[in-house]
């Protein structure tokens, strides 16, 4: 969702701004969903965690995430938040 959204140009600009999106990480988990995609048999035709591959869509993606590299999310205050508002979720983390 997130990848073809970039690729679209849809703007970020909200989730930059609340500090919900680290556009790095989206390589990183969209290689631990192809992963575990392929373990399970499925097939995975995206190669947006392919670098090296010239296609347009590809240098799209790798462009916005250079773009906005410095962008981290607050995992502690997002935390807070949940923690906050979920009585499961908080029993969950207290794990």
């Not at 679209?8 to 600009?13: L, M, T």
């Not at 462009?63 to 502690?76: A, M, Y």
């Amino acid at each position: 969702m997130i990848v073809g959204s970039i690729l679209k140009g849809r703007s970020f600009d909200g989730f930059f701004r609340k500090n919900c999106i680290e556009p790095k990480s989206i390589i990183d988990r969209h290689k631990e969903i192809k992963n575990e995609m392929l373990s399970r048999g499925m097939n995975h035709k995206s190669y947006i965690c392919d670098q090296v591959n010239s296609d347009e869509k590809t240098r799209i993606f790798y462009d916005f995430v250079e773009k906005h590299k410095r962008i981290r999310v607050d995992i502690q205050k997002y935390r807070d938040l949940l923690t906050g508002r979920c009585s499961e979720c908080k029993a969950r983390m207290a794990l």
